[in-house]
T-cell receptor, first 112, second 112 residues
């Protein structure tokens, strides 16, 4: 079963603009992760935010987590054409299974 | 190079045939996972293993089988019982207790 939903499903912006993607989930979590997938390729881990954190930065990425609203957002600042990809949030529930539950993803197109 | 590999990249299967997808990692990870991805969708967990000679069903295990005879290897067999096997299959690995997963490049399976 998929944990949550991502919004928007598709996003098209110009190079240099910021891109914001949102993820909602349903159950309590230990942490939330964001992954990137280039077309036809495997996923690459971008950033992990723990349930006791509210905001985290990594380079041009900024992730926020609101556990009261069961939602997270990924902001990519000063986007580049190379950022064109699909972005997925994934949650880890309680226990130690390591199982990730993925959202359906946001497809980002950055136009040069 | 350390990493996770999948083979073949493309696989074609006739109806009624079993096929086996290979996944190998040299990251010394104990945990390995198989996911299925359908077009425009997120990933769904098929099987996972946290230790050699042990594995658990994920959310969509019907029609699939796995083995974990070696730490480095986690092959997935798509059996004839899987009615709609055409999809993109992704293998991943992680350190048990660490939630970041490392993904292989994927195998695209098409049923003719």
């Amino acid at each position: 079963s998929q944990q949550g939903e991502e919004d928007p499903q598709a996003l098209s912006i110009q190079e240099g603009e910021n891109a914001t993607m949102n993820c909602s989930y349903k159950t309590s979590i230990n942490n939330l992760q964001w992954y990137r997938q280039n077309s036809g390729r495997g996923l690459v881990h971008l950033i992990l935010i723990r349930s006791n954190e509210r905001e985290k930065h990594s380079g041009r990425l900024r992730v926020t987590l609101d556990t009261s609203k069961k939602s997270s957002s990924l902001l990519i600042t000063a986007s580049r054409a190379a950022d064109t990809a699909s972005y997925f949030c994934a949650t880890v529930g309680s226990g130690n299974t390591g199982k990730l539950i993925f959202g359906q993803g946001t497809t980002l197109q950055v136009k040069p | 190079d350390g990493g996770i590999t999948q083979s073949p990249k493309y696989l074609f299967r006739k109806e009624g045939q079993n096929v086996t997808l290979s996944c190998e990692q040299n990251l010394n990870h104990d945990a390995m996972y198989w996911y299925r991805q359908d077009p425009g969708q997120g990933l769904r967990l098929i099987y996972y293993s946290q230790i050699v000679n042990d594995f658990q069903k994920g959310d969509i295990a019907e029609g699939y089988s796995v083995s974990r005879e070696k730490k480095e290897s986690f092959p997935l067999t798509v059996t004839s019982a899987q009615k709609n096997p055409t999809a993109f299959y992704l293998c991943a690995s992680s350190i048990v207790g660490h939630n970041e997963q490392f993904f292989g490049p994927g195998t695209r399976l098409t049923v003719l």
